[in-house]
C-alpha cells in the first residue's frame, strides 16, 4: 500500500479509537492514538495474513505486548478485514470479543492475549524461536511501550533474541515518553534507550518521528542479518487529537460526547 493510502487508514483507525473508548467511557485512547503508524504499517504492508484464515500456520505473528492499547489493535483489524466495525459498539462490554486487553480465544487475528505489561515480548521471542527451530519463514512483530520497558522481562527477552540471532523478530517501542503516572523520567527513566538496546544485541532503527508512515515503512522495510531488529520509535502520545497530545492525563481516560466529535472532526479535517 501507497504512502497516501496507509495515511487514510491511519485516519481511519484513529477514528475508531476515539468512537470505541467514548462508546465504552473507559479505555485507553493516549497510548493507542501514539501506536497507530506501527500497527497500521506492519499489519498492511509487511504482515502475510489472510483475513478470511487468521489461523493460517503459515501466517506471520504479531504481539501487541502494551495490551492496553487494545483500541489501535482491534481499530486495524476492522480496517484490514478480521473483524465487523459494528463490534466497536460493544467494546468493554460483558460478553463482547472486544475486551480491554486482546483475547487471542475471541478475537480473529489476535494471536497472543496481552496485558500483563512485560510478557508480551517473550511470547514473541517464543513464537520466533519457534519457527526457526521449525525451519518456517515466519516473521514475527511485537508491539512495546516505553513505560514497559521498565520491566526486567523485557531485556530478559531481548537478551534470548539476541542470544539465538532471532532475525525474524522485530519489536517495535511506541516511545510517546508519558506512562500512567506521569512521563517516563519522573517515574522511572529509560536513560539512553537505543544504547541499551545495542548493548543487548538489536539491530537498532531510531525514529525521530514515529508518526511518520514514511520513516515507519523505512524502518520496517529495512533488512537485518543475525540478529533481532529493534524499531524506537518516537511519537506522541494522543497523536492526531489536539486536546489528547501530550497529555498524561489520557493514558486510560475516554473521551465524553462532546469530546468524541471535537476529535472526529479534527481527525476528518
Given amino acids: 500500500m501507497q504512502t497516501a493510502e496507509l495515511k487514510q487508514v491511519c485516519k481511519a483507525v484513529r477514528r475508531n479509537i476515539i468512537n470505541m473508548t467514548a462508546n465504552a467511557g473507559s479505555g485507553h485512547p493516549g497510548g493507542s492514538l501514539s501506536a497507530v503508524e506501527l500497527v497500521t504499517c506492519i499489519f498492511f504492508?509487511?504482515?502475510?495474513?489472510?483475513?478470511?484464515?487468521?489461523?493460517?500456520?503459515?501466517?506471520?505473528?504479531?504481539?501487541?505486548?502494551?495490551?492496553?492499547?487494545?483500541?489501535?489493535?482491534?481499530?486495524?483489524?476492522?480496517?484490514?478485514?478480521?473483524?465487523?466495525?459494528?463490534?466497536?459498539?460493544?467494546?468493554?462490554?460483558?460478553?463482547?470479543?472486544?475486551?480491554?486487553?486482546?483475547?487471542?480465544?475471541?478475537?480473529?487475528?489476535?494471536?497472543?492475549?496481552?496485558?500483563?505489561?512485560?510478557?508480551?515480548?517473550?511470547?514473541?521471542?517464543?513464537?520466533a524461536l519457534g519457527a526457526k527451530h521449525l525451519g518456517q519463514d515466519t516473521r514475527v512483530y511485537a508491539v512495546c511501550g516505553d513505560g514497559e520497558c521498565q520491566e526486567g522481562q523485557i531485556w530478559e527477552a531481548m537478551m534470548a533474541a539476541s542470544h539465538y540471532h532471532l532475525d525474524n523478530l522485530t519489536v517495535c517501542i511506541d516511545n510517546n515518553g508519558l506512562q500512567i503516572d506521569g512521563s517516563n523520567d519522573?517515574?522511572?527513566?529509560?536513560?539512553?534507550?537505543?544504547?541499551?538496546?545495542?548493548?543487548?544485541?538489536?539491530?537498532v532503527f531510531e525514529l525521530a518521528d514515529g508518526n511518520d508512515v514514511e520513516a515507519v515503512e523505512a524502518a520496517l522495510s529495512a533488512p537485518v542479518s543475525g540478529k533481532p531488529k529493534a524499531i524506537l520509535a518516537h511519537t506522541v502520545k494522543g497523536k492526531g487529537v489536539s486536546f489528547m497530545e501530550g497529555q498524561v492525563g489520557w493514558h486510560g481516560k475516554a473521551p465524553g460526547e462532546e469530546q468524541r466529535q471535537q476529535a472526529l472532526q479534527e481527525l476528518e479535517g
Fill in 186 to 203: 519522573e517515574v522511572m527513566s529509560l536513560g539512553d534507550l537505543a544504547a541499551k538496546l545495542r548493548a543487548f544485541g538489536m539491530e
Fill in 45 to 127: 504492508n509487511h504482515m502475510r495474513v489472510d483475513p478470511q484464515n487468521p489461523k493460517d500456520p503459515h501466517r506471520d505473528r504479531f504481539v501487541l505486548s502494551k495490551g492496553h492499547a487494545a483500541p489501535c489493535y482491534y481499530g486495524v483489524l476492522a480496517e484490514r478485514g478480521f473483524i465487523s466495525r459494528d463490534e466497536f459498539q460493544n467494546f468493554r462490554q460483558l460478553h463482547s470479543i472486544l475486551q480491554g486487553h486482546p483475547d487471542a480465544k475471541k478475537v480473529p487475528g489476535v494471536d497472543a492475549s496481552t496485558g500483563s505489561l512485560g510478557q508480551g515480548l517473550s511470547i514473541a521471542v517464543g513464537m
